[in-house]
């Protein structure tokens, strides 16, 4: 079993990554609509709503769409990562670390369990799309092996405000 898993954040701080529950729609909807300007802008170009919080959390069925929350020692939900189903073998990755926890090597953890979970769950291929100017999540996704394969552009609503959008692939 990948999750509940406890890791240690660069800060000392210990983090439980896990699935998430029923109770957890308040403490998302804290994470998602405190993100600030900064970390939306190679997201999307708006704020989230509670709405498209609530959405976003019922779409997690753990057929198609999987999520695994980061929660701190209070129990506030930091970081959450998710695999959306795209075909039989392959999945989209996509990783948030709110503002207060970023820097701190959550988010490169939490990406290299998502991959193991992902293998565990039989995906031969992972997908990302990131806009090409954030250098920090490019940095990551390379760190773990996944390489660039097209450079495109995509929606502000899906990849933020400006900059193409890079697909980058990993076979596992
Ligand atoms: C991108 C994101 C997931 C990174 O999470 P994080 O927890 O801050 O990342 P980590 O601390 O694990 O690692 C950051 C790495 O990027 C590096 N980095 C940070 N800023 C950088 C920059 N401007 N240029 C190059 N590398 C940079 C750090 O040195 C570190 O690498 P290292 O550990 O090899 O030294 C987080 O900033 C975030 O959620 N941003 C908003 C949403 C987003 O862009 N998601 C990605 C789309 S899938």
Do not use: C
Not at 78 to 94: D, F, G, M
Not at 123 to 141: D, P
């Amino acid at each position: 079993m990948n999750f509940p898993k406890k890791v240690k954040i660069a800060n000392g701080e210990e983090i439980t990554l896990r699935f998430p529950k029923k109770d957890d729609l308040e403490k998302l909807i804290r994470m998602y609509t405190t993100l600030s300007e900064n970390s939306l802008r190679f997201l999307r170009p708006y704020e989230f709503s509670k709405e498209e919080v609530k959405k976003m959390f019922e779409r997690v069925d753990f057929e198609n769409v999987y999520s695994v929350v980061a929660e701190n020692e209070k129990g506030e939900i930091v970081a959450e990562s998710r695999l959306i189903k795209v075909s039989e073998n392959s999945a989209e990755l996509a990783v948030i670390v709110h503002d207060s926890y970023q820097n701190k090597k959550l988010g490169q953890t939490l990406a290299r369990e998502m991959i193991e979970f992902a293998k565990s769950r039989g995906f031969k291929r992972l997908i990302a799309f990131i806009n090409e100017r954030n250098r920090a999540a490019l940095h990551i996704f390379e760190k773990l092996g996944f390489k660039v394969e097209a450079r495109s552009y995509l929606e502000p609503s899906i990849m933020g405000k400006s900059g193409a959008a890079l697909k980058l692939v990993l076979q596992i």
